[in-house]
């Protein structure tokens, strides 16, 4: 089975200033998705951003934006700008283009200190 | 606002009782799915139904179980249950095909086991 890792259980970055927030992942397919949730407070899941892995071009959602490393199995989020409301829980999800099965990391969890 | 709509919201029951929660995927979506999430834990895969059928199983309890119906809506049954099932439970719905299909979440039940 794929599997996806968040190596880092919790960051913390200035309001207005920039973090990124890493994710690997492990599969021996060429054609899938990558995804971001949001999970703030709330708990509710939110989608950020997704990535098609037959596209070069990195995806970008206004302050959010991907750098996708396919050869590396890499997929990190880059949030600019970070406001008070970025702060919660971030998932980083796969899925085979072959299969509906989606694979999740164990989160990363975003503080903004204001 | 997903879509995807669940009841109940908030659900306290005691130790051995049984409950039923219902999962009514957005329109048009075939597949869903249903995951666990503890108090500060990941997402925890449970079951996955596709078009009436289930089609893949993941850290599912043999006391619980689930099904769809012919109308799409899901119900995601609990028995027996002890303290340690009180999580947050969510559904989410995915669109037909196999194409980059983005997975779609909504609110969550919370289950607390008194």
Known sequence: AQTVTQSQPEMSVQEAETVTLSCTYDTSESDYYLFWYKQPPSRQM?????????????????????NFQKAAKSFSL????????????????????????????????????? | DSGVTQTPKHLITATGQRVTLRCSPRSGDLSVYWYQQSLDQGLQFLIQYYNGEERAKGNILERFSAQQFPDLHSELNLSSLELGDSALYFCASSPTGLSGNTIYFGEGSWLTVV
């Open chain 1, 46 to 66: 939110i989608l950020v951003i997704r990535q098609e892995a037959y596209k070069q071009q990195n995806a970008t959602e206004n302050r959010f934006s991907v």
């Open chain 1, 78 to 114: 880059k949030i600019s700008d970070s406001q008070l409301g970025d702060a919660a829980m971030y998932f980083c999800a796969y899925r085979s283009a072959g299969s509906n099965q989606f694979y999740f990391g164990t989160g990363t969890s975003l503080t903004v200190i204001p």
